[in-house]
């Protein structure tokens, strides 16, 4: 390997894959590194997933970290602003036919969140306390409103948001970017992974038969993952026997005049439909389980769903596998996106553990002076966030309250619930404080317990009522009043966006 005598700081990076994890990878090493060369390689023949059009804060972290302006990046990937995802169509019980899952504003965390929970606890008493989620956050009323998260500058409170974006004009967009830092952008199709006397990784052989050899390499190949999986035969865990579904298929819609900013998730016959919206068209897919549903029954029920019946506009098939690999940082190389795994997209949650996977690597790195000191550690932490999102998504199949096929109710029989799940589900029915036992336990780890109790409480998983009569502590007409108060100092959507004065 390339070092240097007094350090073991690599001087050539590799990475292999121009997606958007190979792209925000290649911007976060060279705003960083600036004295490491980056390569990144992209196949011309290959192309990109070019799916992922929603995002969780985690985004914007990423676009502050590198610098990088919203007024720049997002009229360029026709992006719009995202205050949460709204769950349509999930539990059957009445009252709870939909919720919202906000993210975090620091009006909940300090004034709402512990009415929330009181009521939550009320209700596991059988007491009639209002506890639908959608009462208590301030970017639940945002969306209803159609207002975005960005308040003007008098309000004090930090709201916390996500975008929606063209996942193939952002790809674009970051690889401009990169280039001006100084990344190499490279063309060819590797057709093979060379290993030195260690096992580590010392080239990639292109189809042209040239070599490019590098002292570290970043897999950024997608699914495929030629690199971790291929030639250092990471082992791989799937999730298959608890998260069914195992392809997409994806279409556009018209966008309506008003932007709502939101993702709408609708449970389907055998999965759900995303809905995200751009400025200049809703992007949908329907995310299925193709052991119950044949990809053509697929298509045919997301045109209906979105009154496409008699339209030709092209529909894509997309396949997916469910899982994580056990090491995601080995020898000379780290895996990002979908090299290293994939949840289904229910939460949007793919690029966050990405940046999470990039930023974690370059402090541990650095932390154990580019050595593998740190890699075991890594490994462990990123597996812990994998699989604290892979639970958050079970649990809504888990509970879900629909029983019409065999799709929902395999969903609901699935047994296959880790340790973990197992202990959230049981505090939610017993614990007399659920976020306090979520900590003490160290489940918050991927999400809070805001985010559970918004799930399961959204989907009315409750006891039977006993009492009718309750007088609760809190009054809720105040707290309303609260969040419509706060909701005036935030503008429409369209208007951030610039669509309207
Ligand atoms: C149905 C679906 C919906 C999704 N929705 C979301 C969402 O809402 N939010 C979210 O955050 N994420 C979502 N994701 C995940 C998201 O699409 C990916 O995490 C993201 O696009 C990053 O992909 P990638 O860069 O890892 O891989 P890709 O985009 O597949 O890029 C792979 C790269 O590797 C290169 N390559 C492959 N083979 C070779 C070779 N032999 N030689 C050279 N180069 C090669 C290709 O040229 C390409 O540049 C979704 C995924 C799916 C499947």
């Known amino acids: 390997m390339n070092m240097t005598s007094e350090t073991k700081k690599p001087k050539k990076i590799l990475i292999v894959g121009g997606g958007t994890a190979g792209w925000m990878a290649a911007n976060l090493l060279a705003s960083r590194w600036k004295d490491i060369e980056v390569s990144l390689l992209e196949s011309k023949e290959i192309g990109i997933i070019g799916v992922g059009e929603g995002s969780t804060p985690h985004l914007k972290f990423f676009f502050d970290t590198v610098g990088l302006e919203e007024s720049e990046w997002m009229p360029r990937c026709n992006a719009t602003y995202k205050n949460g995802i709204s769950f349509a169509g999930w539990s059957s019980i009445p009252g709870y036919e939909s919720y919202f899952h906000p993210f975090p504003a620091q009006t909940d965390d300090m004034l709402t969140v512990p009415i929330f929970f009181s009521n939550i606890y009320a209700r596991m008493q059988g007491n009639n306390a209002n506890a639908h989620p959608d009462y208590y956050f301030l970017e639940t009323h945002l969306t209803k409103k159609n207002l975005g998260p960005i308040p003007n500058e008098t309000f004090p409170f930090g709201v916390g948001y996500g975008y929606h974006f063209d996942a193939t004009l952002l790809g674009q967009f970051l690889g401009e970017k990169a280039i001006d830092r100084g990344v190499n952008r490279i063309f060819g199709t590797v057709t093979e992974v060379v290993l030195g ?95 119950y549903i044949t990809p053509d029954k697929a298509e045919q029920e997301l045109r209906q769903h979105l009154g496409l019946l008699d339209s030709d506009t092209a529909a894509r098939h997309l396949q997916m596998k469910v899982g994580r690999v056990e090491k995601h940082w080995d020898k000379n190389c780290l895996a990002v996106g979908l090299s290293q795994g994939f949840i289904e997209p229910l939460e949007a949650t793919a690029l966050a553990l990405s940046l999470e996977t990039i930023t974690r690597f370059m402090k541990h790195y650095e932390n154990g002076a580019y050595t593998n000191k740190f890699a075991e550690t890594f490994n462990k932490e990123i597996n812990a966030k994998f699989d604290g999102v892979r639970d958050y998504i079970v649990c809504h199949y888990k509970v879900n309250q629909r029983k019409d096929n065999d799709y929902w109710r395999d969903n609901a029989a699935n047994n296959h619930l880790s340790e973990s799940l197992s202990k959230i589900l049981h505090f939610w029915w017993n614990s007399k404080d659920f976020a306090k036992d979520m900590y003490i336990n160290n489940l918050g780890g991927s999400y809070q317990p805001k985010s559970w109790a918004c799930l399961l409480a959204g989907y009315g998983i409750f006891p039977s009522l006993n009492s009718n009569d309750y007088k609760s502590m809190h009054d809720m007409e105040q707290l309303a009043d609260f969040i419509r108060k706060c909701g005036l100092n935030f503008n429409p959507h369209n208007k951030l966006l610039r669509l309207s004065s």
């Open 197 to 291: 006397q260690y096992g580590a990784i010392t080239a990639v052989r292109l189809d042209d038969d040239s070599l490019l050899d590098a002292d570290f390499f970043i897999d950024c190949s997608g699914f495929k993952s030629l690199l971790m999986q291929g030639a250092l035969k990471a082992s791989y865990k799937s999730f298959n026997d608890n998260l069914f579904n195992n392809a997409a298929v994806v279409m556009p819609s018209a966008i309506s005049e008003n932007i709502p900013p939101e993702t709408r998730a609708t449970a389907l016959s055998n999965g759900w439909a995303w809905k995200i919206p751009l400025t200049n068209r809703f992007g949908n897919g329907y995310v299925y389980s193709s052991d």
